[in-house]
């Protein structure tokens, strides 16, 4: 499965919102009702960390700032109010079959 | 949560093999899967396979075409990914993460990554 992000640059300036897209060349709907579909952002010198899963379940501790939406083959990240600590590579990723692929990656700096 | 540690640094010559281990909590390795992720310099995130620990059932990315081998070790709740016939293409950061044991998805929490360099 084929995982396509857009836009793959992001600036930002504080306080705006950002939307970041990723279409899967397949559906990730499974047939238990949900869509295999994971956020995460890799921030300036660490590894990745999980930000929501199966598309709108934020992971501990990220701020309700950050809202994942989308089913099928068309999904979105959200970060309504952007802050300098958002700096990072936000992935896609999908979960539903192997080889499990992400996206390009979307890098969001700050105006 | 408690992060998964692994090895350190590797600097390798093309044409051998690295073993890379990660160490996990008891509760980690009894529930859950590990999940091997690779990111070349400047590149994006590449799943290389994953292990249910207490089945040893593994499975790998056929893109790597046999040259990876996971395992885990009950008497020190660590896992390993082997990675053999190794070529400059290889040189990347290799990282573990906890997973979903059900299905592929929910990375959380990942390695502080291990850097591997091959190279002649």
């Known amino acids: 499965i084929v995982m396509t992000q857009s836009p793959l640059s992001l600036p930002v300036t504080p306080g705006e919102a950002a939307s970041i897209s990723c279409r899967s060349s397949?559906?990730?709907?499974?047939?238990?009702?949900?869509?295999?579909l994971d956020w995460y952002v890799q921030k300036p010198g660490q590894s990745p960390q999980l930000l929501i899963s199966l598309v709108s379940n934020r992971a501990s501790g990220v701020p309700d700032r950050f809202t994942g939406s989308g089913s099928g083959t068309d999904f979105t990240l959200t970060i309504s109010r952007v802050e300098a600590e958002d700096v990072g590579l936000y992935y896609c990723m999908q979960g539903l079959q192997t080889p499990i692929t992400f996206g390009q990656g979307t890098r969001l700096e700050i105006k | 949560q408690v992060q998964p540690v692994q090895s350190g640094a590797e600097a390798k010559r093309p044409g051998s093999s690295v073993k890379v281990s990660c160490k996990v909590s008891?509760?980690?390795?009894?529930?859950?899967?590990l999940t091997w992720v690779r990111q070349a310099p400047g590149q994006g995130l590449e799943w290389m396979g994953r292990i249910i620990p207490t089945l040893g059932l593994a499975v790998s990315a056929e893109e790597l075409k046999g040259r990876v081998t996971i395992t885990a070790d009950k008497s020190t709740t660590t896992v390993y990914m082997e990675l053999s016939s190794l070529g400059s293409g290889d040189t990347a950061i290799y990282y573990c993460a906890r997973s979903s044991d059900a299905y592929y998805n929910w990375l959380d929490p990942w390695g502080q990554g291990t850097l591997v360099i091959v190279s002649s």
């Open positions: 397949q559906s990730l709907l499974h047939s238990n009702g949900y869509n295999y």
């Open positions: 008891e509760d980690t390795f009894n529930n859950y899967a």
